[in-house]
Structures are given as structure tokens and as C-alpha cells.
């Protein structure tokens, strides 16, 4: 007789207050934290933060320069300022990624143009990105997307062809590989997240800026900080409230930082275990017929911010659609006690801000002036629609989440595929 399924009265095989949240935190982070307090001037806190985060991070990139954010929407913005971007210009970005990548695009009244996703790592379809090419495109900005490092070979050889820069947005891909290089350090400039769920965290809200580039550094720091360069904690010393030109309120918070240099000490350790749990489920969840697991190119060294699964109704003979079924095993899939979930519901151009185009009001920047009329049409990206339906995320494969959690993940899609008639009928 085969087992119950949780969803139909079974017992759930997941146990109740097995799965750990994340961010993980030690003694030690909070002890980081801790010590910005027990110094008599945060101000001078935040300026050593600061400093030693910037240093840090550049460090482990391999850049020149990093300054700390209070977003990783907002350390994108300071990418697209830092390379000159101006209205009406246009940067070529996925259609399949969370939509701040190109919130900060229109952010500096420049133009996103989006390309299909390629089906097979979920990253910008390269050979789509010359044919959205013209006189106004400035940039490209490939997202390392769930951690997997878009194919930027290809990336950089049509930037270097048609004179363009890269932006990289690597919110969801610290310490991600492509060819042994650290994502992040391979475009002019990036933009990292470090918001709560992402794989190195500021605790609540942050995000980092890198480059090489002195001129773009330069730049970016005035867009964090008003249109003047302060490092934060000397305004004493270096504010001449005089705006050199527009400005926002970028700058990072004093706690987060300690953390992040807290946690920053684990990160290739947390990623380590991370990928091994990762490798585990793909290998034992890819012998179950009508599941897919993730498919990592040669080249690529994913640090599965998300770990991606799709569902096959095809190999199981089934007659119905790949979102039906999806539905269905992430319906039972979550009676089983696990965390499986959708996360964007429409590829970024489907969404109403590109369908209406209101923006700022009056259509801008669309209709500022500057920009060429461009139309968003929702069935020219296919592959992220198909994507977004027949895909769903198994959620906390973060440590200190370890194998034998792994193990009761791979039990309950055994149980659910094996009674999957069940669900359907
Ligand atoms: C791909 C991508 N880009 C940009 C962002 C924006 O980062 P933040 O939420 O820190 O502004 C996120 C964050 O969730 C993201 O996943």
C-alpha cells in the first residue's frame, strides 16, 4: 500500500522545526554588532565600518573600489550613473529577473530593453542581445540569476564589439564563479544585495557598489551621498554641503556593516555547504522521473542563492499543463512540511509599470524627449514565461540547514512524484 501523502491525511516528512532560518547567527555576529555600541562615538563607528567593509569587499571581489549602500537597487543606480548613462539612453537587460535591475535603469530616466531568457540557465539569452541593439544603447546588465553566472564571455565580446559597458548585478550571487572568476569582478561595474535572504547579508537592508574604475567610483560615491563625497563618518572633516551635481541618499547603516564583516568571514564556508546540499538534492532529485534540476554549464560555479526545480508532466505521461502539475507537487510538497514557493509571477516587461508606462508621471521617461518610442510586448519572451510556470524554488538550502535535511527533501518529492496520479485526479 503506499504511503500517505501529508496533503491527504499522511504524516508530514518533514519534522516541525527541522528547517533553520536564515541569515545563520553566530556568537560572533553578535559580538560585531555589539562593538559598534560599545566604542563611545558611532559616528566614528560608521566611518570604520564603513572603511574596513569597503576594503573587505573590494578584497574579496578583487576590485579597486566598493562603497557600501543601503540597497542593492541603489548601488545598481550608482552603475548606471557611474557610466555616464543619461535620459533617453538604453540598457539591454533579461526579462527574467527581480525588476530593481531595471527600476534602476529608469531611476536615471534611461530606457530598459529586454531579452528573452536562454531555457537552460535562466540568465540573458545571448544571441538575443545584438538584435536589440541600436544608437541609444549604452550598457548591458546580465543578472547573475539565482546565483548562476550569466555566460559573460559572450556578454563581454558584444559589448567590446558595439562599444558598450557591463553592468553586473550580482545581487543573488556572492562568491559565484564564472571561468574561476568571482562574479562581480568581471563587467566595468556591479551592483550586490545584501538584503535579508541573500547569500551575504547586511541582517536587514544594504547592498555594494565595485569597481575598477577611478572616474566611475568617483561618481558613484556623489550619487550616494548627495552629489558630495563623504566618506560617512567624516562629514566633519569632508562636507562642504555643496551639491557637485544630483544626488541621493545611498549611504549604508553602521549595524549592517558590522554584521556583513561578520558573516563575510563565512561566506566561502556557508557557500561550500550550501553547494554541497545543492549537489546532493540535484543528485538524487534528477533520478525521479518528471523532476528537472538545475543544469550548470561547464564554465559555471553557481552559488544556488536558489535552488530551481521544474516539473515534467510529458515524462510522466501525463496530459495537463507543467504550471498545473507544478501547482499540484508544490501544493503537496509544503503539506510535507518543506518551504517550496514561486517567486516572480510575470517576466519584468509583463509587469503593469511597462504595460501603462505612467513612470514618473506624464509617461517620463518614455516620453521625456529624449527616449525613442519602444513597446513592451508581453509574448516576446517566451522562455521566461515558460520559466516562471513550469519552475518553483526549494527554499532554505542555507546552512546551517545540512544533509539530513536534504535527505527528508529528497524522501518527500520520492513521495509526492510516486503518487502524483493522486494529486491529478
Ligand atoms: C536580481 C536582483 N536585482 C536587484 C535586487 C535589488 O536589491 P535590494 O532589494 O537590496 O534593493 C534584488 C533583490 O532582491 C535582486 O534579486
Known sequence: MPEQLAIHGGKPTVPEGMIKPWPHITEADRQAVMEVLSGESINEQRRIQSEKLSQEWAGYVGRKYC???????????????????EPGDEVILPAFTFWASAAAVLHHNAIPIFVDIDPRTFCIDTAQIESKISDRTKAILPVHIHGMPADMDAVLDIAGR???KVIEDTAQAHGSRYKGRLCGGLGDVAGFSTQMSKTLTTGSEGGLFVTDDENYHKRAALLQYFGELVVPGREREEQEYNAYGLGWMYRGDVFGQAFIRSQLKRLN?????????????????????????????????PVYYNYVVSVKP???????????LR?????????E??????????????????QNRIGYGKGCPWTCGYARPVEYRKEDYPNATAFI??????????????????????????KVMDNVDRLIS
Not at 513550469?390 to 544533509?403: E, G, T, W
Request: with cysteine; hydrophobic share 40%; proline share 7%.
Open 337 to 354: 512540511g518543506m518551504h517550496v514557493g514561486q517567486w516572480q509571477r510575470a517576466p519584468v516587461p509583463a509587469q503593469e509599470i511597462f
Open 162 to 164: 558595439h562599444g558598450l
Open 269 to 301: 564556508a556557508n557557500n561550500a555547504l550550501r553547494i554541497r546540499n545543492c549537489n546532493f538534492l540535484t543528485k538524487h532529485l534528477s533520478k525521479i522521473k518528471g523532476v528537472e534540476t538545475p543544469y550548470v554549464p561547464p564554465e559555471c560555479e
Open 327 to 335: 501547482e499540484k507537487v508544490q501544493e503537496a510538497l509544503t503539506a
Open 67 to 85: 562603497i557600501p549602500t543601503n540597497s542593492g537597487t541603489a548601488a545598481l543606480h550608482m552603475c548606471v550613473a557611474a557610466l555616464g548613462i
Open 389 to 414: 510556470d513550469s519552475h518553483f524554488y526549494v527554499f532554505d538550502v542555507n546552512p546551517p540547514n545540512d544533509l539530513d535535511l536534504m535527505k527528508r527533501y529528497v524522501e518527500a518529492f520520492e
Open 314 to 324: 510529458d515524462e510522466l505521461g501525463l496530459d495537463i499543463s507543467s504550471k498545473t
